[in-house]
């Protein structure tokens, strides 16, 4: 997780570092993940799963004995697949396009600032043993967009043909790319182990659960939330 710091207060005296680290604690981490969907609305069919990636830097701000505010600013890469229930309209050509059985496959890529307590034991061995939760408001940095569908035939308007069925908008853009909201507000809850490598270098491993909590769709019916579960390695100085 990444972080901050703030030049420790001069009283006279040098702060003195606990057992565990410094006041303020820079690191970085890379992490793979899992994200779906989960259906807010019954428009939306949640459609398995998906493989992601995070990047970034991490820090801790000691507050007292076992706690910490940990903070980072990372890059958020994850998919977001799911299907629609309803018959959708795209006009195009001076026609109402219909199509069935449409499916979404969102690649999204936001900058996260997790927010989070984070707890930790003392040392037993060479490892500390931690957990945090928190928020980690994310802004939307790219979208792409890839979709399948069945264009429907309606007698006496249009007959469907190849073109019909690409469904992406010109050049593979995706007509519906612009219906994800810029920002997304998750929860956050994890936690792992540290293992004291020399001195105040740690290795840094755990599992986090991100569960979005706003609906990351801007679409009047269709509205769902995307979560993911990360492996997360690092090292902090």
């Known amino acids: 997780m990444l972080c901050f710091t703030l030049p420790a207060a001069l009283t006279g005296q040098t702060a003195v570092s606990t057992e565990k680290g410094k006041d303020f604690r820079f690191g970085f981490r890379i992490s793979p ?3 779906w969907v989960k259906a807010m609305s019954e428009e939306v069919k949640p459609n398995g799963l998906g493989l992601g990636f995070s990047y970034g830097l991490m820090g801790d701000f000691q507050i007292r004995d076992n706690y910490a505010f940990a903070t980072e600013i990372t890059v958020t890469s994850m998919r977001s697949k799911f299907g629609h229930s309803d018959t959708l309209v795209h006009f195009m050509e001076g026609v109402n396009h219909r199509y069935t059985g449409v499916e979404f ?7 996260q600032i997790p927010l989070t307590l984070k707890m930790r034991t003392n040392e037993i061995g060479k490892f500390f043993w931690w957990g945090q939760f928190g928020i980690a408001p994310s802004f939307l940095l790219s979208n792409t967009l ?4 069945n264009p429907e035939y309606i007698s006496g308007k249009y007959t469907p043909n190849a073109t019909d069925r690409d469904f992406n908008g010109e050049n593979g853009t995706g007509v519906f790319r612009d219906n994800v909201s810029i920002i997304r507000i998750p929860m956050v809850l994890g936690f792992g182990a540290e293992y004291r490598i020399n001195g105040s270098t740690m290795l840094n491993m755990g599992l986090r659960f991100d569960n979005g909590i706003t609906d990351f769709l801007r679409d009047k019916k269709a509205k769902g939330c995307n979560n993911f579960l990360a492996l997360q390695v690092g090292v902090f100085f």
Do not use: E, G, I, W
């Not at 890839?146 to 569908?149: A, F, L, V, Y």
């Open 33 to 35: 993940n899992f994200s």
């Open 105 to 111: 496959d969102y690649a999204l890529q936001y900058v």
């Open 146 to 149: 890839r979709t399948t569908s």
